[in-house]
């Protein structure tokens, strides 16, 4: 099973920081750090533990959250109650993978971190990428036309839309789709559950039979 990416989340109002927590820990493909509060903790932390994405504000008592996107050297999304276009122009040119203007439903920052997953899934590894990989993970990443918000029931499309007319194992739609294999293996069983998908068994020469799945005719 893929490890969930570390997220250390940054706010300097403590109740909205367990908030976001709460929304990472909920997250399949993900794993809260201990939120901190400054700017000052979020660099020990990024320099200690090296979390894979990092969610911060902007406006901090000790500093400005998009110059420590720029300077830290990890992926992260900024959380923000300022709508202005000069502070979002300069937030993207941060390299932020993301931002999002508070208040915001808790479905867009699930949103964000299942798109994240998918793509950080695509780009994992030492392996050499293809230009259509490069493609697919730039799209993924940046909502190619999907807003944040995207549903569980849009991902479950994309599940089906990976099915096809065949079968396939959990591990062969989360590589196609570009999710790991336990989320897919999560909506797979969600779908069988309503008769959406149908399991099958495929038996091998040893061990456990492969649960093959397959859309419902």
Do not use: W
Not at 4 to 19: A, T
């Amino acid at each position: 099973m893929t490890e969930p990416l570390r997220v250390l989340i940054l706010d300097d109002d403590f109740r909205v920081g367990q908030l976001h927590r709460g929304i990472v820990d909920d997250h399949p493909a993900c794993a809260a750090m201990d939120p901190v509060r400054s700017i000052a903790e979020a660099r020990d932390s990024i320099r200690n533990a090296r979390p894979d994405l990092l969610l911060a504000d902007v406006f901090l008592p000790d500093g400005d959250g998009i110059a420590l996107v720029r300077d830290a050297g990890i992926d992260a999304i900024l959380i923000s109650a300022a709508d202005d276009a000069p502070t979002v122009r300069r937030a993207l040119r941060s390299r932020a993978v993301g931002y999002l203007v508070k208040p915001f439903e808790r479905r867009a920052l699930t949103g964000l971190l299942d798109r994240y997953a998918r793509y950080r899934n695509l780009v994992a590894g030492d392996r050499a990428l293809r230009q259509e990989d490069v493609d697919r993970a730039l799209a993924i990443l940046h909502g190619a036309g999907e807003p944040v918000s995207l549903s569980r029931s849009a991902t479950e499309q994309l599940v089906l839309a990976a099915l096809g007319d065949g079968e396939a194992s959990a591990a062969e739609v989360g590589e196609r789709v570009g999710i790991s294999r336990a989320t897919a293996q999560r909506h797979l069983a969600a779908l069988a559950a309503r008769t959406v998908v149908e399991v099958r068994l495929r038996y091998g020469a040893t061990g456990r039979p492969e649960h093959r799945y397959a859309v419902r005719t």
